[in-house]
């Protein structure tokens, strides 16, 4: 993998390719830079395809989301990735200024020590199935979900950015893969969520609503 021109090019020469993802990312983590840029991480794992940044990246996301600001620099990459899979686009291109961006390693790699026993057990059970939910339609269907998800990431919304983000993290190890199991999952996640946000919208409006009217009546 190989930075270019702002973006980069798979050229075949990742030493990480041969390696369980769960180790890849303790590898990135245990690096004695203080600090990790998003380009390292495309670097790291972008051999692996779309599926593998999207979940690295929902993952990250989830676990030092609280961090100020780091949602929004998270998600304006899973947006892109997100657009470059609905629109079918073959290989993953980020642009140099995103690339740039660095996150704490510290944080990243207590964000991995903390995932890796579930990423192993996981990986020791996932498998190819289900291999209709690989299609295109299907991973353009995915990379629209993803834009969503990444649009919500980016807002100000303290402490929703955990269930996008697993989200995107199902959909990004469904991708990479090739489980359908696991995309499924991502995809009654994304039911979940949008009936949870209906109600909640629902349940605010009207109360709100009701609020205006009495306020209203007694002027």
């Not at 947006?79 to 980020?94: H, S, V, Y």
């Not at 390693?105 to 903390?114: D, I, Q, V």
């Not at 807002?155 to 995309?183: E, H």
Request: glycine letters at 12%; a neutral charge.
């Amino acid at each position: 993998m190989t930075l270019f021109d702002g973006g980069f090019m798979n050229d075949g020469s990742n030493s990480f390719s041969a390696r369980p993802f769960s180790q890849v990312l303790t590898d990135v983590g245990a690096k004695d830079h203080p600090k990790l840029t998003v380009g390292e991480l495309v670097d790291a794992f972008g051999e692996r395809g779309f599926g593998a940044v999207l979940l690295i990246l929902g993952l990250l996301s989830a676990l030092i989301g609280t961090i100020p600001g780091t949602t929004t620099i998270i998600g304006i990459p899973i947006l892109i990735i997100g657009a470059q899979l609905l629109f079918r686009r073959d290989e993953l291109w980020l642009p140099g200024w995103i690339l740039k961006r660095d996150l704490p390693r510290p944080a990243f790699a207590e964000a991995a020590a903390k995932v890796k026993g579930r990423l192993e057990r996981v990986e020791r059970f996932s498998r190819p199935r289900l291999i209709f939910m690989s299609g295109d339609l299907s991973e353009a269907l995915i990379g629209l979900m993803c834009v969503i998800w990444a649009a919500v990431l980016m807002l100000p919304l303290i402490g929703f950015n955990l269930v996008p983000s697993l989200i995107v993290a199902a959909f990004g190890f469904g991708l990479m893969q090739k489980d359908g199991v696991v995309m499924l999952i991502g995809w009654v996640g994304s039911l979940g969520m949008a009936i949870f946000t209906w109600v909640v919208w629902e349940t605010v409006s009207r109360v709100l609503a009701a609020t205006w009217e009495m306020v209203a009546g007694r002027f």
